[in-house]
């Protein structure tokens, strides 16, 4: 192509087209809130594996657990520690279990920010 003459190159016109579809996939997330629903569904999921685990140490132990995923983790119930993704580290879910109404409670520390972050009532 001259210098003189007017118009795009068709690696101009590509590089636009581009740029323009990564800007628009680097905001696709944005624009669903796919980050948030991914976060709740990973807040919910850790909440699962945190009843299943006071579940059966009540059900071994027969007795009330007071404490928190330390403490599963101490007691081999667990293998990690687990935590809100929303805020970033130290979130640590509200835990109690009672023996003899075989109620457990689990808990996100934002579930009121944020109502997503709930155990659904089926599950319990």
Sequence with gaps: MNKNQRGFSVYTVISIIA??????VLTLPQFFNLDKKEKATQCVHNMKIIYKAVD???KDRKEDFNGDTVDLIRTGYMKKTYE??????GDKYII??????GK???KCPHEEEFPSHRLPPSFK
Aim: glycine fraction near 8%; include cysteine.
């Design 96 to 101: 109690e279990g009672h023996y003899d109404t």
């Design 56 to 58: 059966n140490y009540m």
């Design 84 to 89: 809100c993704p929303e805020d970033g580290p």
């Design 19 to 24: 740029f323009l579809l990564l800007v628009f």
């Design 104 to 106: 457990i409670i689990v």
